[in-house]
C-alpha cells in the first residue's frame, strides 16, 4: 500500500490545500493530512479545530484521514507505518 503524507499548520486549511489533497489522493492509496500542533507561529485555531476542519473539509476523499502530530515530521512518519 503507498501511504503519503501530507504536513502543515493549516490554519485554516483552504482551496490550496484541499486542491493539493484531492490531487495526491488520487496518486496514492492512503493519504495522511497531518497537522501539525506546534508551529512557531501565532495560530488562529487549535490543532483540534484545524483537525476537525480538515476532516469536513476532506470528508469527501475517502482514502484521506486527518491527524494531529507534535514531534518532528520525520518521527511522524515512522510512528505511521
Do not use: W
Amino acid at each position: 500500500m503507498t501511504v503519503a503524507i501530507y504536513p502543515g499548520s493549516f490554519d485554516p486549511i483552504h482551496n490550496g490545500h484541499i486542491d493539493i489533497t484531492a490531487r495526491a489522493a488520487e496518486i496514492f492509496e492512503e493519504l495522511i493530512l497531518a497537522v501539525y500542533a506546534r508551529p512557531m507561529k501565532n495560530l488562529l485555531f487549535s490543532a483540534v479545530e484545524r483537525t476537525d476542519m480538515a476532516r469536513v473539509a476532506l470528508s469527501h476523499l475517502p482514502n484521506v484521514r486527518g491527524a494531529q502530530y507534535d514531534c518532528l515530521t520525520v518521527d511522524f512518519a515512522h510512528q505511521q507505518g
